[in-house]
């Protein structure tokens, strides 16, 4: 069985990184992250699974109508781009000098910026 749910679970992509989608109506497209949820292994990227929401004013103020916003996206659809070889690429983690446990891009070999 499964234990408690509630520990923090590691990804390969973090707020900020530019990703690639593999599969998929966006297959191929690149977007930023902006926001994840590690433990239901999904992201939000920006300009990625545009789904339409019909909006209803419930408020006086509020507008009606038919927007498109992004829906969240499963992160293993998703892979980093390299900021020096900007390709696709998986990912590696190395120690730097300070011990500190960076990614590395697996193609090129060079960490990312964060
Ligand atoms: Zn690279």
């Not at 690639?20 to 994840?36: E, N, P, Q, Y």
């Not at 339409?52 to 507008?63: F, T, V």
Request: aromatic share 2%.
């Amino acid at each position: 069985m499964l234990k408690a749910k509630t520990r923090f679970l590691k990804s390969h992509v973090k707020v900020g990184d530019m990703v690639c989608v593999l599969s998929g109506k966006d297959k191929k497209k690149r977007g930023r992250v902006i926001a994840l949820s590690t433990r239901e292994k999904k992201a939000l990227v920006s300009g990625i699974n545009k789904v339409k929401k019909h909006l209803k004013a419930r408020k006086i103020g509020d507008d009606s109508g038919i927007v498109e916003v992004e829906a969240p996206v499963r992160t293993d659809k998703l892979q980093v781009v390299c900021p020096n070889c900007d390709s696709p690429t998986r990912v590696g983690h190395e120690l730097n000098q300070k011990n500190i446990k960076v990614r590395v891009c697996k193609k090129c070999k060079k960490q990312f910026a964060k």
